[in-house]
């Protein structure tokens, strides 16, 4: 492997190891010490004063450091970019390196080559000979690579994460990571605080990330082979997690407060789904036995699924199956569950048999058990500790499931010029401040309610906090956030001490939220109990969690002896100094921690053997000083481990209060909505609809453009509306409106209209516009129709549908003849409809129905849209005006003027 000439003779590193001298850096090397990361002395300063400044947080902490130890306090921890652009010296072991063969030559564990049909992505072919010729470092690598070769690996070594080999160049192209040679393998690190970011950084790029620690550090080595006669010569490290795009959990990483889903689907003849969002912890499975495929794909774009995990049962030939999961692979992962059939779960049957009950069927309970196999595979059993499930149509009665076609003919949620919230429904009423209360929202908005007592209730509560000062309470609100993924960290796979301490002080702050809603009458979960119960036996001090002070709880006796060895060795030092009649003082450098630092013009006692110097200091220990502080950096190993056992209890206990919390996150969403509604209906002049059996609205507004010029809209005849008039007459708008004020309406929201009256509808459909699928070979025209086919299969007479210019796609005479087929079909349904058309004849051909064009005026050949409804039918589109005002050449216009009036005769 060609390397820098720069990088060939590693800097000479001056960090000795106070258990043993530091030895020249091997293969097998698991010495944790700073080497690989040493930094260039300047002229004028000896390298362990660099090392010193700049690796001063590594400095293992002491209990009131400050009197004894000299920790520079204006010296502030380096920010990220300072720590991972840090200036690094490569290790090299003086000769070229060649590379692995199997990295030259790559194929899968089954001996396929890249490139090749069936090439499995995640395994690495190693052959036994090779894996034998490796160092046990790198034997413990590559056991762990080979089974996840398509995983970037963050290996732990002593205060640092590491990349290796294809990682680390990943690392370093994409975020300028410094890329060094450890012997023969490619490394980038990054020191062990900033884990969160760079995990982030990667999955934000598509990546996976699987998370290896070490299961002990040097000093527990020691401690386990004095009870191990076997010395062996590598730390213990273990593969802890795979974070995938479907399954992070920690709201870091998170950069939307949409729902992260991880969909799990079993096609046969029906369709059995499960949505896992893993920083809630929570599972929505169902299953399709109509128009199936249909179906999963709205679910698919509704909960913007990021990964989906398939199993097709063997029986089944459908090659649509096929097709759509080649289809989606353009936007999220999909993964086949039989790459990942390899654990045995049988361990945890206990905790999934609680589960089984809520399956309606085997398919519903095979996709929960693929969930398992995979979450096995990410090693994240734990998921199953606090696991909630919910049946996703349980409520299905309750609520309209909007299609997909309707929410982004509608942007509801995104526009369709830019998939940005800008201009759309959503952004027009969200007045939420956190994740949990948007996704209720969004949640309201894309499935209204089609229960009309749900309705009032949401409009009476809306009216309350309309009389009351509120924002108080909102700002309180606004400071906890979003309490559900807050909630769902401590239950990770792998929470720590500063998530459990946040929640711990979101409790306080929900607590002080409680207080204020109670002042303006407004009922809410108590949590104090969980705040009483946690004190009586934890506390919370300088961000760490200990257990009661007067306990006998392991870690407050390992605290006692921490103060015992540690006041040893201050009675030490202040020996030392009434000997040499000198000021003394301890120094930490690193891991080597108690250096006494002593002038340089003082003549030291034959006990002491220099560690490290600077231009006016050196630095000494003696025998008697390092036993003591082994003895103390065995006892701070301990300390370590039994704050990791006290965690695991604190997560068990608060795990106790479970539906509380759930309780608690639910109602905080909720008020977080219908403060939002208030908000809403103070900002904008909007009205509550009123329920009745008909439809009829009275100065129709457009909730995203304001400027919309206000109409009626009266449907008398019968529940169908045909609507005639030019292009760019406001067909389209006007549909749309009536749409957007509906869905309103059945969020138990106010509407913009001095009055509306509408049927409680038990779904809405849309037809508007649509374009080539020119990958599939589907057509405009077949597009259309596809979604009318769809319509006319699900509507009722309580369903509300707006159709805009149906049969455009074909001929005349073809679009005339589906055009009235489709109008006369639906008003048999006795549905509402709004149809739009260019095709005046078929008016007649409808008997019983309402008519209305949008009303333009003509002046001096000149087009005047007034933009409103009104009764009667428009015998001309005046396309040709629109022409002229789209500017096309006058002597177009003319021909086109010709041919008009000639095609008229």
């Known amino acids: 492997m060609k390397k820098d000439k720069k990088s060939q003779t590693p800097q000479k590193n001056t960090l000795f190891s106070f258990l043993s001298p530091i030895k020249k850096s091997q293969p097998n090397s698991e010495i944790e010490d700073l080497s690989k990361f040493v930094f260039k002395p300047k002229s004028q300063e000896d390298s362990s004063d660099i090392v010193e400044r700049k690796k001063q947080k590594l400095s293992l902490q002491t209990e009131n450091s400050n009197e004894i130890i000299d920790f520079s306090s204006d010296e502030k921890e380096n920010t990220i970019n300072e720590i991972t652009n840090t200036q690094r010296t490569p290790i090299s072991s003086g000769k070229k390196q060649e590379r692995f063969s199997f990295l030259v030559d790559l194929k899968d564990k089954n001996g396929i080559r890249r490139g090749e049909e069936n090439y499995d992505p995640t395994s690495l072919f190693i052959s036994e000979k090779e894996f034998n010729s490796m160092t046990d470092f790198e034997k413990q690598f590559w056991a762990i690579k080979k089974e996840y070769f398509d995983t970037v690996i963050f290996f732990k070594k002593g205060k640092f994460y590491e990349l290796y080999e294809d990682d680390a160049e990943i690392g370093s192209k994409l975020f300028d990571l410094k890329l060094t040679e450890r012997v023969n393998m490619k490394m980038a690190g990054f020191p062990e605080k900033s884990y969160d970011y760079w995990a982030g950084k990667f999955l934000e790029n598509g990546y996976k990330v699987a998370k290896v620690d070490q299961t002990e550090n040097m000093i527990g080595k020691s401690l386990r082979e004095k009870d191990n006669t076997k010395k062996e010569k ?42 896992y969002e893993a920083s809630f912890n929570k599972v929505f499975f169902g299953t399709f036995t109509e128009d199936s495929l249909s179906n999963f794909k709205n679910l698919i774009f509704t909960n913007e699924i990021k990964e989906l995990v398939y199993e097709i049962d063997k029986n089944e030939k459908n090659e649509n199956y096929f097709l759509f999961l080649e289809k989606i692979k353009e936007k999220i992962t999909v993964e086949n569950i039989n790459k990942f059939k390899k654990e045995d779960f049988s361990i945890q049957i206990e905790k999934i048999k609680k589960f089984v009950v809520k399956f309606i069927n085997n398919e519903e309970y095979k996709c929960f058990t693929n969930l398992i196999e995979y979450m096995f595979y990410l090693k994240r059993e734990s998921f199953l500790e606090r696991l909630e499930i919910y049946n996703f149509k349980e409520k299905e009665n309750n609520f309209i499931f909007l299609d997909n076609f309707t929410i982004q003919n509608l942007e509801l949620l995104k526009n369709n010029y830019d998939n940005s919230q800008k201009n759309s429904l959503f952004s027009v009423i969200n007045f939420c401040v956190t994740g949990c209360g948007q996704r209720l929202l969004k949640k ?150 108690f250096q006494m630092e002593i002038p340089i013009n003082v003549e030291i006692p034959s006990e002491f053997f220099l560690v490290s110097s600077t231009k006016n200091t050196k630095r000494f220990y003696s025998a008697e000083l390092k036993e003591m502080i082994k003895e103390y950096v065995e006892n701070d190993e301990l300390i370590f481990q039994s704050k990791g056992s006290l965690l695991r209890r604190v997560v068990q206990f608060l795990m106790g209060f479970n539906q509380l919390i759930e309780d608690v996150c639910q109602k905080l969403s909720e008020l977080d909505v219908f403060f939002s509604y208030a908000i809403f209906s103070k900002t904008y002049n909007t009205t509550y609809p009123i329920f009745s059996n008909k439809l009829s609205i009275e100065g129709l507004r457009n909730p995203i453009y304001q400027n919309f010029v206000e109409t009626d809209v009266f449907l008398n005849e019968s529940n169908i509306l045909i609507l005639t008039g030019p292009n760019m007459g406001g067909k389209s708008t006007l549909m749309r409106s009536i749409c957007y004020n509906i869905i309103l309406a059945q969020m138990g929201m106010k509407v913009f209209c001095k009055k509306l009256e509408l049927k409680l509808f038990d779904n809405i ?34 369903t509300f ?105």
């Open 801 to 905: 549908i707006i159709m805009d210019e149906l049969g455009r796609g074909t001929s005349v005479k073809d679009g005339q003849a589906i055009a009235t087929a489709v109008l006369n079909y639906l008003k048999k349904k006795d549905c509402t409809l709004i149809f739009s058309t260019h095709y005046f004849n078929i008016v007649d051909k409808v008997i019983g129905v309402n008519k209305g064009y949008m009303d333009v005026e003509l002046f001096e050949n000149e087009v005047i849209f007034k933009y409103q409804l009104v009764n009667g039918v428009s015998n001309d589109s005046l396309g040709i005006s629109v022409a002229s005002i789209a500017n096309l050449p006058n002597e177009i216009i003319k021909k086109a003027l010709f041919y008009k009036n000639k095609f008229n005769k």
């Open 444 to 593: 309201y908005m894309i499935n209204p309610s089609k229960d009309l007592s749900e309705i009032q209730k949401r409009q009476n509560f809306t009216k309350k906090l309309e009389k009351i000062d509120f924002f108080t309470a909102r700002e309180l609100l606004k400071q906890i956030g979003d309490i559900e993924r807050i909630f769902g960290k401590i239950f990770s796979n792998n929470p720590q001490s500063k998530d459990v301490i946040f929640f711990i002080k979101t409790l306080e702050k929900i607590s002080s939220l409680r207080n204020k809603l109670n002042e303006i009458s407004l009922d809410f979960p108590d949590t104090k109990i969980i705040l009483e119960k946690f004190n009586e036996k934890y506390f919370v001090e300088e961000e760490e969690i200990l257990p009661e002070k007067n306990s006998d709880d392991e870690l407050n006796t390992l605290k006692q002896k921490e103060s015992e060895i540690y006041g040893r060795l201050t009675e030490y030092l202040n020996k030392k100094k009434k000997e040499l009649n000198c000021d003394i003082k301890f120094k930490n450098i690193g891991k080597e921690i």
């Open 234 to 275: 590598i730390i213990k490290r273990e593969l802890k997690e795979i974070i995938t795009k479907g399954t992070i959990y920690n709201s870091d990483h998170l950069k939307s407060f949409d729902a992260n889903f991880l969909g799990i689907v079993c096609f046969s003849k029906n369709i059995s789904y499960i949505l």
């Open 765 to 798: 459909f849309t037809r508007i516009g649509a374009s080539d699928n020119l990958e599939k070979g589907e057509s405009t025209f077949y597009i259309e129709l596809n979604e009318t086919s769809k319509i006319l299969r699900k509507a009722t007479e309580n």
